[in-house]
T-cell receptor, first 116, second 113 residues
Framework: AQTVTQSQPEMSVQEAETVTLSCTYDTSENNYYLFWYKQPPSRQMILVIRQEAYKQQNATENRFSVNFQKAAKSFSLKISDSQLGDTAMYFCASPGGGGGADGLTFGKGTHLIIQP | DSGVTQTPKHLITATGQRVTLRCSPRSGDLSVYWYQQSLDQGLQFLIQYYNGEERAKGNILERFSAQQFPDLHSELNLSSLELGDSALYFC????????????FGPGTRLTVL
């Protein structure tokens, strides 16, 4: 079974600081992809960033970037110049939700709080 | 707005009852996924449909069933409801059955009393 581990239940930083959220995963697939989703208080699941495992270059989306270490099965999310609107739960996810390759397996999440 | 719609937003019912949750995928997406988010189990994949056919099953209980209709909307049926079924149920969609980003709907909050 696929596993995704987020070891930081909660993090708190000041506005404008940089913060890194950790994620490790386990998969038996060779060609896979990984996601970070954000869940603000509205409970909507919002895609933050996606990484293809075959790409050596780390994905970047504006202030959000990943540090993908394939051999270590590590997939951390870096948020630069953090903003109050970044306060949310952040979930790391990989395919392999059980029974098939397509359902996502999620970590337990990191609650990120941006302090003014 | 992801383009995925779910109805109803909230549902309150009693133990032993049956409910139906509805999902309309983004325009052009053929694959639909159902997830359950609860305090004790976290986010769990339940089931996936692609172009009307069941494609993958996750941790879906036998009391739960789903289907995808010719117009590609999907319904999740929950029966013999128990208190522990109270959760947020998400639908997600993607264009193809695999290796595509999944876009989530706003969820249906189910409360079983």
């Amino acid at each position: 079974a696929q596993t995704v581990t987020q070891s930081q239940p909660e993090m708190s930083v000041q506005e404008a600081e940089t913060v890194t959220l950790s994620c490790t995963y386990d998969t038996s697939e060779n060609n896979y992809y990984l996601f970070w989703y954000k869940q603000p208080p509205s409970r909507q699941m919002i895609l933050v960033i996606r990484q293809e495992a075959y790409k050596q270059q780390n994905a970047t989306e504006n202030r959000f970037s990943v540090n993908f270490q394939k051999a270590a099965k590590s997939f951390s999310l870096k948020i630069s110049d953090s903003q109050l609107g970044d306060t949310a739960m952040y979930f790391c996810a990989s395919p392999g939700g059980g029974g098939g390759a397509d359902g996502l397996t999620f970590g337990k999440g990191t609650h990120l709080i941006i302090q003014p | 707005d992801s383009g995925v719609t779910q109805t109803p937003k909230h549902l309150i019912t009693a133990t032993g009852q049956r409910v139906t949750l509805r999902c309309s995928p983004r325009s052009g997406d053929l694959s639909v996924y159902w997830y359950q988010q609860s305090l004790d189990q976290g986010l769990q994949f339940l089931i996936q449909y692609y172009n009307g056919e069941e494609r993958a099953k996750g941790n879906i209980l036998e009391r739960f069933s789903a289907q995808q209709f010719p117009d590609l909307h999907s319904e999740l049926n929950l029966s013999s409801l128990e208190l522990g079924d109270s959760a947020l149920y998400f639908c997600a969609s993607s264009p193809r059955p695999n290796r595509d980003t999944q876009y989530f709907g706003p969820g249906t909050r189910l409360t079983v009393l």
